[in-house]
């Protein structure tokens, strides 16, 4: 009777833990319970790696759907006539956690076939953030947190939730589209704390990582990614020719608009650091305006800047630096390092000494790169560029500037790699990357005008050039060196997922799923979801099967802007379907 | 005194009333919407830089009615104007040119649009120009028309 008893006891108190709480060490060792995808990226490191097998190389062909689900929050807003769907599923005990783009989160029972458990719309305002949201109506997902769900709205808010009942428990105004600041941006979990990237730079924000306190929704810190003059790095934004221009740090850029990553034992947070503003106007803004198109490591607790490496400094083609960064310990050039990688638009991927920010070496991941000659060996920086100016040309014929207000360069604007995350095969040393291949035409049209509050803040624009294609890319850690090359028609704006099944999960925006193989991208398997994918695919497990789910739904600032250049995908209707596959 | 009040009262709940109707269906309106022109015009229609490129203010254009046809349904190659008429390029209707004409020429191929725009479609967006934003300023009832409902968006002006 007393082992029933205790047993009883050990079996409430195990499921309540188990549907209850998600632990800071629950999110710590996310890779010991592959059964889950408990965080944005999988793991705090940003591989985007799962253990499970189940579903792999031998019997991936005989993956099929297992169910779906129609996701609301289609309807537009703003500027913007529908929504998109861009988020990562995070999956906790066979419960899934999804976002449309206005940032109602679902709960679904994914052992119950994707039967609803709850959903939380927080009524985000549609039409006074969707007006000046540059790039589409987006949510990119949820972060889990003891009982709580923790979520953005464009709006700029920061939602807490409960998680069994689908109750906004507290909610924190975090951003002002007054000024042009949304969300986008997944939360991050650090600690007890969330931590928050803001979207703007098109429209002159002041870039900021914000840190809440989820006891009680105070502050802990707001790093701005700018400098003010007074600060390090500060006399890296000097006066244009206009006079207006000396306040060029006020309306800087650098948005923080892709979840960053986090190493436990550094104690330290990893974060992208987007374009300075405006875009295409860089002798607006001379310097090399610190810390835009950078990584940031920050202290996780003062959030502090430990160090930076930039990218592209004084960047004249919108090269935003911001997407996510993966913390790998791997054999670089022989040698076992912590390393972090990086896959930037400007179409070089860069390892760099984590602890240090030291650059360990620099590759192109794209076909085609001709904005720059190359990179220094030892320090990353573009071999074009020259410390004795404020204002950099690169290769003059790629960026348009006041003397020659047009120049094409390669890769466009859109980058050879934009927010769709990479993944990091630890098995394998190997590093997947979802490519842009594309080139496109920089027209400057200088910014005489002071900033105005939710007007673009650009000087110019671009100007599409060629077709654009996309490739999934893989890249050996160890070298540096591209080792294969997955082409499609179409560039890949969706992200990836790699398994220890020797399979990397991929789509293409015009529908299509597919499975590669991790040794040489080879196709095993696809499935037509007909609609546009932009959203990156996830594998977790439930009642002890393994799955693969995506969200299927057009969305971002392609289908606005750019189709002219992808012949075929205007006639991809906009849906919101999410997608489990299982064999 | 009492009838002075009670029509009074008739005469500000008929006013109130009048105002507060929801802006009337504009045809024009919506094909500038559904041709995604705000994407590069802006909802305000003044232009300015843009992800679309620098884009022409409609509210300053001396573009008379046959012109503006023409750049709808044509585009302007060589600039991100793009054309609305299925049939532009595949005959000589756009400045007696065809798609061939520009093979090889990236620089200054014509542009297709989001989405395509008939004639009707298009006659009503040369409308919705001429009668609401060409030589105007943007105004609170502009707005309130664009957004179809009270938005911050109009707050301020």
């Known amino acids: 009777m007393l082992k029933y008893i205790i047993t009883t006891i050990f079996a409430f108190v195990f499921s309540f833990n188990a549907f209850a709480n998600t632990s800071w060490d629950d999110i710590l060792n996310a890779k010991k319970a592959p059964q889950n995808w408990l965080t944005h990226h999988g793991s705090l490191d940003g591989h985007r790696f799962s253990g499970l097998d189940d579903i792999n190389k031998k019997n991936v062909k005989k993956l099929r759907v297992a169910w779906t689900a129609m996701i609301g929050g289609v309807e537009g807003g703003g500027i913007w006539d529908h929504a998109g769907l861009e988020g990562t599923p995070i999956v906790e005990d066979g419960f899934m956690y999804v976002t449309d783009g206005w940032g109602s989160v679902y709960k679904f029972d994914a052992t119950k076939n994707g039967k609803l458990v709850w959903k939380m719309n927080p009524d985000t305002d549609h039409d006074f953030p969707g007006a000046v949201t540059c790039c589409g109506i987006n949510n990119r997902g949820v972060a889990l947190i003891n009982n709580t769900v923790v979520s953005h709205t464009l709006d700029g808010r920061l939602i807490v939730t409960n998680k069994e009942t689908g109750e906004i428990q507290q909610e924190v105004q975090l951003a002002d589209a007054a000024v042009s600041e949304v969300i986008t941006a997944a939360p991050l979990i650090v600690k007890n704390s969330a931590i928050t990237g803001v979207a703007g730079a098109e429209y002159g924000i002041r870039g900021w990582l914000h840190s809440t306190n989820l006891a009680d929704g105070s502050k802990n810190w707001r790093t701005y990614t700018i400098p003010a003059p007074d600060e390090p790095g500060g006399d890296t934004w000097k006066q244009g020719p206009e006079a207006h221009s000396k306040d060029a740090w006020m309306h800087g850029g650098g948005s923080t608009w892709v979840v960053g990553s986090y190493d436990p034992d550094l104690d330290v947070i990893y974060w992208g650091v987007g374009n300075p503003g405006p875009d295409w106007d860089n002798e607006y803004r001379p310097g090399d305006n610190l810390y835009s198109n950078s990584v940031l490591a920050l202290d996780a607790d003062s959030g502090k800047i430990k160090w930076y490496f930039q990218y592209t400094p004084n960047d004249p083609y919108d090269f935003d630096g911001v997407n996510e960064q993966t913390l790998v310990d791997a054999k670089v050039f022989g040698k076992k390092t912590k390393a972090v990688l990086h896959a930037d638009r400007n179409g070089f991927a860069y390892a760099l000494d984590r602890e240090s920010g030291k650059f360990l070496w620099g590759t192109p991941f794209v076909k085609k790169l001709d904005w720059t000659v190359g990179l220094d060996k030892y320090t990353g920086r573009p071999l074009d560029y020259d410390p004795n100016k404020d204002v950099q040309r690169y290769v003059p014929s790629t960026s348009g500037f006041r003397a020659q207000p047009e120049g094409t360069s390669c890769p466009g604007n859109m980058g050879g790699k934009n927010w769709p995350p990479t993944a990091y095969d630890p098995d394998r040393n190997m590093y997947y990357i979802p490519v842009i291949e594309s ?56 992200g990836l997922v790699a398994t220890k099944g020797g399979l990397v999960f991929s789509s293409h925006p015009d529908g299509t799923i597919v499975a590669l193989d991790s040794d040489n991208l080879k196709e095993l398997w696809s499935f037509e979801t007909n609609t546009g994918v932009n959203a990156p695919p996830i594998t977790f497990e439930a009642g002890g099967k393994q799955y693969v789910a995506i969200l299927a739904g057009l969305g971002g600032a392609w289908p606005k802007w750019f189709l002219s250049s992808t012949p075929g995908l205007e006639k991809v209707e906009p849906g919101q379907t999410l997608y489990v596959f299982g064999l | 005194m009492k009838i002075y009040n009670v029509l009074k009262i008739l005469l500000v709940l008929m006013i109130s009333s009048a105002n507060s109707q929801p802006p009337k269906f504009d045809y024009g309106l919506s094909a500038y919407k559904k041709g995604n022109c705000m994407g590069c015009h802006k909802w305000h229609g003044d232009g300015g830089p843009g992800y679309g490129g620098a884009a022409l203010s409609l509210r300053e254009t001396g573009l008379d009615r046959e012109q503006l046809t023409k750049i709808i349904a044509c585009g302007r190659p060589g600039t991100n104007m793009p054309f609305f008429d299925k049939k532009a390029y595949i005959d000589d209707r756009c400045f007696g040119m065809k798609f061939s004409d520009f093979e090889g020429d990236d620089k200054n191929r014509p542009l297709v649009a989001k989405s395509y725009l008939n004639k009707r479609q298009i006659e009503a967006v040369v409308n919705f120009i001429i009668n609401d934003l060409q030589g105007q300023k943007v105004s609170k009832d502009y707005c309130l028309k664009f957004f179809g409902k009270p938005t911050k968006s109009c707050d301020g002006l």
């Open chain 1, 439 to 494: 080139c496109a035409m920089h027209v400057n049209v200088p910014q005489e005008k002071e900033w105005v509050a939710r007007e673009f803040w650009l000087g110019g624009g671009p100007k599409m050039g060629p077709q654009i294609t996309g490739s999934v890319t893989a890249m050996d850690v160890n070298s540096g060196k591209v080792v294969a090359k997955y082409d499609m028609d179409y560039p890949q704006l969706g």
